[in-house]
Nanobody
Framework: QVQLVESGGGLVQAGGSLRLSCVVSGGTFSTYSMGWFRQAPGKEREFVAA???????????DYSDSVKGRFTVSRDFAENTVALQMNSLKPEDTAVYYCAAHRSGTTWDRGYWGQGTQVTVSL
């Protein structure tokens, strides 16, 4: 069974940084596409960033326009971990952040999800 556990959330002032981590157990980590999503109160869940597997040892990262240039997603294959480095944080980044994984040929909704970690950015 695949399990995802996030950590690293917290309270930070605007302009500050946080680093989220997601440890994946079970399955074959190198063949999953990994993603980060967030959900703010009263809003729908939205895509933040992904580290996508395209076959073999090929991967690429992509980001939502709202975080591009500020957030960086990376993967540590030795630790089965995907990280989200968040810089220049803004109050509108406040949300519960979720880590997700899916196998090739499936979608995020049919994949695996963590329990979420709260990120709060104050003025």
């Amino acid at each position: 069974q695949v399990q995802l556990v996030e950590s690293g959330g917290g309270l930070v002032q605007a302009g500050g940084s946080l680093r989220l981590s997601c440890v994946v157990s079970g399955g074959t980590f190198s063949t999953y596409s990994m993603g980060w999503f967030r959900q703010a109160p009263g809003k729908e869940r939205e895509f933040v960033a992904a580290h996508r597997w395209t076959g073999g040892n090929k991967y690429y990262a992509d980001y939502s326009d709202s975080v591009k240039g500020r957030f960086t997603v990376s993967r540590d294959f030795a630790e089965n971990t995907v990280a989200l480095q968040m810089n220049s944080l803004k109050p509108e980044d406040t949300a519960v952040y979720y880590c997700a994984a899916h196998r090739s040929g499936t979608t995020w909704d049919r994949g695996y999800w963590g329990q979420g970690t709260q990120v709060t950015v104050s003025l």
